[in-house]
Each structure stands twice: as structure tokens, then as C-alpha cells.
């Protein structure tokens, strides 16, 4: 079993930033995938990141690219989302998720391909 907790969000001005962190335990955590996900209210969870199990390749949602990085630490069992100019549109409730092993193709950017999850953090972008 894997652990996933996240933290870091908040309420934030459109136009700042926001850093959230995902900290993994119970498995090597560079065995695995690792992804960010978010839901709005009434709609349903979204791909915004992933990132492969070295960190060697990264992948964007259009809705966020140029405005978010994803990174992970191996050593520290983390993996980081930096949000930059953060637009209403970004409030969601913030999901850290994990794979087992290499993505196949584009599988990063479907979260029924994910094994584990973490329960969430609320990053809320106000106009």
C-alpha cells in the first residue's frame, strides 16, 4: 500500500502562486508514477501533471502549461506542483496520485490508470 498526503493549498489572488506538496510512504517511492489531478464542483477530476518515475519527463494539461511545473524529489519521497498566475478557473480540489511502474503511452493523464491517491487539498483562486 501507498500513502499519498498533500498539502499546501489555500486561498490565493488571481495572479499568485500556490505550492503544493505530495509526500509518499509505504512503497519505493521511485517505483512509481506520479500524477496531479483536480475537480471543480460539478465537474469531473481533470489531469493537470505527471511525471515519470525518474523526473525525466513531465506532462501538462493545455489548461496549465507554461503556468505550472511538476518535480520530485526521490530522495525526500515527494513530488511538487508549482502553480504560477493562477486563475479562477484553477479552484479545485488538488489530487496527488500515484502508478505503479512506467506510464504506457498517454495512460499518465487517466486517472483510472492510477493505483493510489491521496484525499485531497482545496487551492481556491479568487478574482
Known amino acids: 500500500q501507498v500513502q499519498l498526503v498533500e498539502s499546501g493549498g489555500g486561498l490565493v489572488q488571481a495572479g499568485g502562486s500556490l505550492r503544493l506538496s505530495c509526500v509518499a510512504s509505504?512503497?519505493?517511492?521511485?517505483?512509481?508514477?506520479m500524477g496531479w489531478f483536480r475537480q471543480a464542483p460539478g465537474k469531473e477530476r481533470e489531469f493537470v501533471a505527471a511525471?515519470?518515475?525518474?523526473?525525466?519527463?513531465?506532462y501538462y494539461a493545455d489548461s496549465v502549461k507554461d503556468r505550472f511545473t511538476i518535480s520530485r524529489d526521490n530522495t525526500k519521497n515527494t513530488v511538487i506542483l508549482q502553480m504560477n498566475s493562477l486563475k479562477p478557473e484553477d479552484t479545485a480540489v488538488y489530487y496527488c496520485?500515484?502508478?505503479?511502474?512506467?506510464?504506457?503511452?498517454?495512460?499518465?493523464?487517466?486517472?483510472?490508470?492510477?493505483?493510489?491517491w491521496g484525499q485531497g487539498t482545496q487551492v481556491t483562486v479568487s478574482s
Open positions: 496520485a500515484a502508478k505503479r511502474g512506467y506510464y504506457s503511452g498517454n495512460y499518465y493523464k487517466y486517472a483510472p490508470r492510477y493505483d493510489y
Open positions: 511525471i515519470t518515475l525518474t523526473g525525466g519527463m513531465t
Open positions: 509505504g512503497r519505493t517511492f521511485s517505483n512509481l508514477s
